[in-house]
């Protein structure tokens, strides 16, 4: 799947959103590092990251393959500053039709659009390879996502009071938000 458009941010400035290459692989790995570092509100910590350049070369390379899953980078000035993407919830009968969307932007860059037009992305990206539903997980004390995610359609599911334990605050609660994409 391909994808590749320029957006104008909030600073007047252009941000290209367009397919993560393999030959991006060291600028994503750095870029995942850091966003993980500046935010509590993320899956893992930098030093848990289990993985190397090489590895992101080959995810890279078999997302820019696939016809159903993608890795989208916003790149400002040259530099990757975010990136987006969705991933197979699984490929049996029962649950090929979701999709799960991971997006991380360096902090540097919030408050521009970046997000938004990441997650538009995201979700064309998702109806053209055919889901009818795509998910994510929030940290519910992440207001300004859950505000994003709730105005591009996103409704609630569910919640779990104990899902993300941080090494900093302690228990996290994590919303469960789904968008149907059926018309």
Wanted: aromatic share 8%.
């Amino acid at each position: 799947m391909r994808y590749n458009k320029t957006i104008i941010l909030k600073n007047d400035k252009p941000c290209v959103l367009r397919n993560c290459e393999a030959s991006d692989a060291k600028e994503v790995y750095d870029n995942f590092h850091l966003t993980h570092g500046q935010t509590d509100y993320l899956l893992s910590y930098p030093d848990e990251n289990s993985y190397d350049a090489d590895w992101e070369k080959l995810f890279l390379d078999k997302k820019e393959k696939s016809d159903r899953e993608i890795e989208i980078c916003a790149v400002v000035d040259n530099k990757i500053v975010g990136t987006a993407g969705i991933e197979a919830i699984g490929h049996k009968e029962k649950v090929k039709h979701r999709a799960e969307i991971g997006i991380s932007i360096e902090k540097d860059y919030w408050g521009l659009g970046i997000g938004r037009a990441l997650m538009g992305a995201c979700i064309e990206c998702a109806r053209k390879a055919g889901y009818t539903q795509v998910e994510l997980n929030v940290v519910a004390d992440n207001i300004s996502a859950c505000s994003l995610y709730k105005s591009l359609g996103f409704v609630e599911f569910g919640r779990n009071p104990k899902g993300f334990r941080s090494r900093t605050v302690g228990l996290q609660e994590i919303v469960l938000m789904r968008l149907d994409l059926e018309y």
